[in-house]
């Protein structure tokens, strides 16, 4: 699978601090990094697995 046209972003609301990044412009996979270690592993999620990912997240709301 051909990962070179992953276009990364971080929540604009993480503002300066150390964040997840995530590529999700990809038709077969979603990929999430360690901002802080760009080189080091990265999550290969399906599309499904994402979304029901962020909907799960969404329901528990932010950390505290």
Same mark, same amino acid.
């Given at each position: 699978?051909?990962?070179?046209?992953?276009?990364?972003?971080?929540?604009? $609301?993480? %503002?300066? !601090?150390?964040?997840?990044?995530?590529?999700?412009?990809?038709?077969?996979?979603? /990929?999430?990094?360690?901002?802080?270690? $760009?080189? %080091?592993? !990265?999550?290969?999620?399906?599309?499904?697995?994402?979304?029901?990912?962020?909907? /799960?997240?969404?329901?528990?709301?932010?950390?505290?």
């Amino acid at each position: 699978m051909d990962l070179s046209g992953a276009t990364w972003r971080k929540a604009t $609301r993480s %503002g300066n !601090t150390d964040c997840v990044e995530v590529a999700d412009n990809l038709t077969e996979v979603v /990929l999430v990094r360690d901002s802080k270690d $760009r080189d %080091g592993a !990265t999550l290969h999620l399906t599309p499904s697995s994402w979304r029901s990912f962020i909907a /799960l997240a969404k329901q528990i709301g932010p950390a505290t």
